[in-house]
């Protein structure tokens, strides 16, 4: 019996090492990392929400051809306009913001947000390009390189897409970690 006290001995002072326990509530001390993983992961419902909306007008935009003389593409090239700047800033005010104030504490899933932040960022910019090229307004008139821009747009989107996926599939292997 004495053996097995002194291994659930060493156990949970491996856990109050590993974890940073001091003493108090061991609820306390649980439910911080759970609410924090909540809170990621209603970040990540939000950028999905966000990405499928926008990806959605994508969709209906590219296929309004052609468009330069169509006039059902200035409302929906507003729309669009909208929703993409909405899902870019989504990500970057919340999901980033959330890392850029250190409050994720799982190694693999805060590698993964500062390797990809930086290009996040570069596509970024790029949607707000678009954005102030086609905000509608007096612009809606300009549509004839809307085609090759959405094209082009489309191309920094799925490569966004790609690496904002390998940031949500870090989360479920941390959580399982």
């Known amino acids: ?23 108090g509530s061991m609820t306390a001390q649980v439910e911080k990392p759970r609410h924090e993983r909540r809170r ?5 419902q939000k950028l999905v929400a966000s990405r499928t909306e926008m ?17 059902e593409v200035p409302p929906v ?22 890392f850029a104030e250190s409050n994720e504490r799982r190694k693999e899933v805060h590698d993964v947000a500062q390797e990809i932040y930086p290009r996040i960022m570069e596509i970024t910019n790029i949607i707000l390009d678009f954005n102030d090229k086609y905000d509608c307004g007096d612009h809606c008139k300009q549509l004839d390189e809307l085609e090759a821009d959405l ?27």
């Open 40 to 44: 990621s992961a209603a970040f990540i």
């Open 151 to 177: 094209s082009t747009l489309g191309e920094y989107l799925a490569d966004r897409i790609e690496l904002e996926d390998r940031l949500i599939t870090s989360f479920g292997v941390a959580n399982r970690s």
């Open 1 to 23: 019996m004495r053996a097995k006290s002194l291994y659930s001995q060493k156990l949970i002072l491996c856990y109050h090492a590993r974890t940073g326990f001091r003493g």
């Open 55 to 71: 990806l959605s007008l994508y969709g209906q935009l590219a296929g309004m051809k052609p468009m330069a003389d169509n006039p």
């Open 77 to 98: 090239l507003e729309e669009f306009c909208q929703d993409v700047v909405d899902y870019a800033a989504n990500a970057h005010f919340q999901l980033f913001r959330y």
